[in-house]
């Protein structure tokens, strides 16, 4: 049986793991692919929650900003990532804007979609628990780093975990394949470019990282992640 590309891309997604392949067929009935442009809005904090969305080509930036203008970076997500589950399940507007960063293709799941399934599938629920359990033990441990580290530990320490996802890790050095500018950091960490700036000199000359073409090196992830303590 030859599988559709949205059939291919909820098999790929871990929320939709443990469903059987009748229950993905029906679910992929009722998605639709939508482009986005570089740069364009996919949705913004307080609109309505409307489904969630798998991301199949691109990235996405999820923000939060003030008043003020200040903005920070929430996540930074690629291919096979899916967001939008916390506003989806409490019918409470988005708590975060989500901006394509690139040409960017995503698979909308609706909600009433989503709503079925956790009407007669138990451990689709459970997944979508632990989901959410995932989101807020990531938002506490960021609230604690905020609260109890120095600016270099929390940038020491994103940049370990933005290796995760964006690097390809050889033995303890770590080669971004991804871009991250000094004020794309700032913004993931809710400070200015110049304190960022500050740092990542200091970082650089303990040749921790290094910069070629634009791309960020991190020459030895055991001691950067260290000095994320």
């Known amino acids: ?8 891309a909820l098999r790929s997604c871990f929320l939709f793991a443990s469903l ?11 998605c639709t692919s939508v482009k986005y442009t570089s740069g364009s809005q996919i949705f913004d904090m307080g609109d309505e929650a409307d489904g969630l969305r798998i991301i199949t080509q691109g990235a996405v930036r999820i ?16 291919e096979g990532h899916s967001f ?3 506003a989806l399940l409490d019918g409470l507007p988005r708590t975060a804007t989500a901006t394509a960063l690139e040409p960017t293709r995503c698979l909308f799941v ?7 399934l956790l009407q007669k599938n138990m451990k689709f629920a459970k997944e979508i628990i632990h989901s959410l359990c ?4 990531r938002n506490t441990d960021e609230m604690t780093a905020i609260s109890f580290l120095s600016l270099e530990s929390r940038l020491a320490r994103k940049l370990c975990d933005l ?9 303890t050095t770590a080669r971004f394949t991804r871009k991250f500018a000094q004020n794309d950091l700032a913004k993931m960490l809710g400070v200015t470019r110049e304190a ?15 910069t070629r073409d634009g791309f960020l090196i991190l020459t030895d992830l055991d001691r950067l992640a260290k000095r994320g303590e």
């Open 84 to 86: 939008g589950e916390v």
């Open 196 to 210: 960022v700036n500050k740092r990542m000199m200091i970082l650089t000359q303990e040749q921790l990282i290094e």
């Open 134 to 137: 995932e989101i807020l033990r």
């Open 63 to 78: 923000w939060i900003s003030e008043p003020q203008g200040r903005e920070l970076t929430v996540a930074i997500l690629e």
């Open 20 to 30: 059987s392949e009748d229950d993905i067929g029906t679910l992929s009935a009722l």
């Open 163 to 171: 290796a995760l996802s964006h690097a390809i890790i050889e033995g």
């Open 110 to 116: 609706p909600h009433r979609a989503i709503d079925a």
């Open 1 to 8: 049986m030859i599988l559709s590309d949205d059939h291919k």
